[in-house]
């Protein structure tokens, strides 16, 4: 298994530029999230799917769209990239986070995202 | 507002001594309480998953503890290494929301030759 992966590693934008931050896992799992990490922060939500077809916004949404038309995907769009972005993004994956469970949960090895 | 967290903010050490990292959350009622480990430039990892029943999970040299009365949980490293080098990180799971973990800031661990 691959696990989670994200593409890409590295990313320059300019402010207004749009792009796309690319999730994938090959776990089946029905959980996926996004996160943004920030220096001295916590990692924080910014959308999660609880399955195909299924999105949500998180404590961060702002700015980003996501969608789930697969198990396997879950892209991040960035609309119209801010200097306030600049952040490193982590995508995740679990088999569910309903309450009650305690299911582990997987982290790609994240994208690094500057604006300019 | 839920919170968790995490001290000492940085800690050095030497190889081979032990430690124990602190996490106080405001979080409740919660599900779980987790504790990963991320090196610098890598994703975190999950080291243990406690449900709010449970007193402690051990995973190898890390064992976590927690006290739902106090709001408490810690995590001990025994007989550090120098791959323990990184940062700790403490996340409690909300019982009502439980699809938005909550982050603590983390630990940054150095362990020194």
């Known amino acids: 298994n691959a696990g989670v992966t994200q593409t890409p590693k590295f990313q320059v934008l300019k402010t207004g530029q749009s792009m796309t931050l690319q999730c994938a896992q090959d776990?089946?799992?029905?959980?996926m999230s996004w996160y943004r990490q920030d220096p001295g922060m916590g990692l924080r939500l910014i959308h999660y799917s609880v399955g195909a077809g299924i999105t949500d916004q998180g404590e961060v949404p702002n700015g980003y769209n996501v969608s789930r038309s697969t198990t396997e995907d879950f892209p991040l769009r960035l609309l119209s990239a801010a200097p306030s972005q600049t952040s490193v993004y982590f995508c995740?994956?679990?088999?569910?986070?309903?309450?009650?469970?305690?299911?582990?949960?997987?982290f790609g090895p994240g994208t690094r995202l500057t604006v300019t | 507002k839920n919170q968790v967290e995490q001290s000492p903010q940085s800690l050095i050490i030497l190889e081979g001594k032990n430690c124990t990292l602190q996490?106080?959350?405001?979080?409740?009622?919660?599900?779980?309480l987790r504790w990963y480990k991320q090196d610098t430039g890598r994703g975190p990892v999950s080291l243990t998953i406690m449900t709010f029943s449970e007193n402690t999970k051990s995973n190898g040299r890390y064992t976590a503890t927690l006290d739902a009365d106090t709001k408490q949980s810690s995590l001990h490293i025994t007989a550090s290494q120098l791959s323990d080098s990184a940062s700790y990180i403490c996340v409690v799971s909300p019982m009502d929301s439980s699809y938005k973990l909550i982050f603590g800031s983390g630990t940054r661990l150095l362990v020194r030759p």
């Open positions: 776990m089946n799992h029905e959980y």
């Open positions: 995740a994956s679990s088999y569910s986070m309903m309450g009650g469970d305690s299911y582990e949960q997987y």
């Open positions: 996490c106080n959350y405001t979080v409740s009622p919660f599900s779980n």
